[in-house]
Every structure is written in C-alpha cells, then in structure tokens.
C-alpha cells in the first residue's frame, strides 16, 4: 500500500508540474497567435450619410465638460446586405472633456428599402490627432462601436448578434450639415 501511495503521489507531482509549466507561459508572448495584429477580422455592413442640424444646443458646461445635442434631421445607408434612410428625430449627445476629447452618442433609427425599422446607438471617440494617419479625417482620431436593436424574425436580425466598429468623417457643405458612417462587422 506504501508503494500505491507514492506512486500515486509521484504521478500527482508530474501531472502538477507539468501543468505548471504548461501555465507558466504567458498569454502576452510574441508567439501566442491571439496577440497578432490580424487576429481580428471585419467584415463590410455599409455606409450611412447622416444629415444634421447646423444649429447646435449648447447646455454649456457641466461637472463632466461642455453639452450639447445635435439634431439628426435625416440621411441614407447602404451595404451589400442593407439598404434604405435615416429617420429624421435622431440626436447626437456630445460631451467635451477637458482634456479636449469629444465622446458622441447618437442615438436614432434607420428604416430598410422593405420597410424594417432598425435602432441604432453610435457611441464615437473624436480627437485631434496631428500626427495620425486617417486619410478620411485628416488630422483627426474618430472611431466608433455601434450597436443595432433589429426586430427579431426579420431578416436584419443578424445586426443583433455582433459587434460593430466604425469610422465617421464630416461631409458639411455649403448646402448641408453631415456626416459619412463606415461600418464594419467584428467577426
């Protein structure tokens, strides 16, 4: 029985040290193919032209920065799979912090050529950046994560189950107040 025990003991020891080293190793190596610059891939859902209202709400300053609200007055999308305009009633509520970084939530709903009213809640990070590479929004850093509430059993359902990042640009004119949305899913 003493033998038993130690070789039952003996085998523990392996299985843990083993497992130790096997744990050991960290996630963030150069060779853990999680960390690699392509492990995240996208796939295209469309582009919006978002029209909005010249005439900003100022709220003035509150304890987080400076309010205001710009009013969604109308637009249009289209992808390979979606297609249709923006519903005007839509707002932008911004925020700029102090240290000069601007976070929009947009919050307003598209409706498909067939007729599907789709929510949508555009949460953007916009910022200066000098230096940056953007060739849409020279000069500037504007990333977006959108989230869709599409009816269940409609064919936009899949805009349910994914999360979406985008890029958003200005398209102002003399004629109109706007703004270009590029979507991408994250598979």
């Known amino acids: ?17 083993v497992s130790g080293m096997i744990l ?19 796939e295209y859902v469309y582009e919006s032209k978002v029209l909005i209202d010249r005439a900003r709400i100022s709220m003035g300053q509150s304890k987080y920065g400076g309010r205001n609200i710009v009013w969604i007055t109308g637009g249009t999308f289209k992808g390979p799979n979606i297609e249709g305009t923006v519903i005007p009633g839509g707002a932008d509520w911004q925020l700029v912090r102090p240290d000069g970084v601007t976070e929009l939530d947009a919050r307003y709903t598209l409706k498909t050529n067939d007729g599907v009213i789709i929510y949508v809640n555009n949460r953007v990070l916009s910022r200066p950046d000098p230096g ?3 060739l849409a929004s020279p000069g500037q850093y504007r990333r977006c994560v959108l989230s869709f509430e599409a009816p269940l059993g409609s064919k936009y359902e899949w805009l349910n189950k994914f999360v979406y ?4 640009t200005s398209a102002t004119t003399d004629k109109e107040a706007a703004v270009i949305i590029r979507v991408w899913k994250l598979l």
């Open 1 to 17: 029985m003493n033998l038993r025990r130690i070789v039952v003991v003996g085998l523990i020891v392996i299985v843990m040290a």
């Open 24 to 42: 050991s190793k960290p996630a963030c190596t150069q060779d853990n193919p999680l960390n690699s610059d392509n492990y995240f891939k996208t």
């Open 165 to 168: 990042i985008g890029t958003l």
């Open 132 to 134: 940056g590479q953007d």
